[in-house]
């Protein structure tokens, strides 16, 4: 069994920047579509960005150009840059298969870290 634990999340004004980490234990990451979902209060959860085992990335196109998401042997990062007051939200590592990884479809969850950012 996978287990997620996030880290990173705080506090910024607008235009700042944060890097977000998740470190896994209990699997392989390279078995996984690995990947970031946010949720903002009273909406859906957002798939933010997503690697698959493959290498390929996708990101949500309200991100693209300033988030960058990459990975090691047991941790994923999320680096945000240009960080705006709608990127503020309760942000959570995900694994899936890589089969619906494009899809920002996971099934193994951490348990969020929270990004606050102030105009």
Same mark, same amino acid.
């Given at each position: 069994?996978?287990?997620?634990?996030?880290? %990173?999340g705080? $506090?910024?004004?607008?235009?700042?920047?944060? !890097?977000?980490s998740?470190?896994?234990?209990?699997?392989l #990451?390279?078995?996984?579509?690995?990947?970031?979902v946010?949720?903002?209060p009273?909406?859906?959860r957002?798939?933010?960005?997503?690697v698959?085992?493959? %290498?390929?990335? $996708?990101?949500?196109d309200?991100?693209k150009? !300033?988030f960058t998401?990459?990975?090691t042997?047991?941790? #994923?990062?999320?680096?945000?840059?240009?960080?705006k007051?709608e990127?503020?939200?309760?942000?959570?590592?995900?694994a899936?298969?890589?089969?619906?990884c494009?899809?920002f479809?996971?099934?193994y969850?951490?348990?969020?870290?929270?990004?606050l950012v102030?105009?």
């Amino acid at each position: 069994q996978l287990q997620l634990v996030e880290s %990173g999340g705080g $506090s910024v004004q607008a235009g700042g920047s944060l !890097r977000l980490s998740c470190v896994a234990s209990g699997d392989l #990451l390279s078995t996984y579509c690995m990947g970031w979902v946010r949720q903002a209060p009273g909406e859906d959860r957002e798939g933010v960005a997503a690697v698959n085992v493959d %290498g390929r990335i $996708s990101y949500a196109d309200s991100v693209k150009g !300033r988030f960058t998401i990459s990975k090691t042997e047991n941790t #994923l990062f999320l680096e945000m840059n240009s960080l705006k007051p709608e990127d503020t939200a309760l942000y959570y590592c995900a694994a899936g298969s890589p089969w619906t990884c494009a899809n920002f479809r996971f099934y193994y969850w951490g348990q969020g870290t929270q990004v606050l950012v102030s105009s």
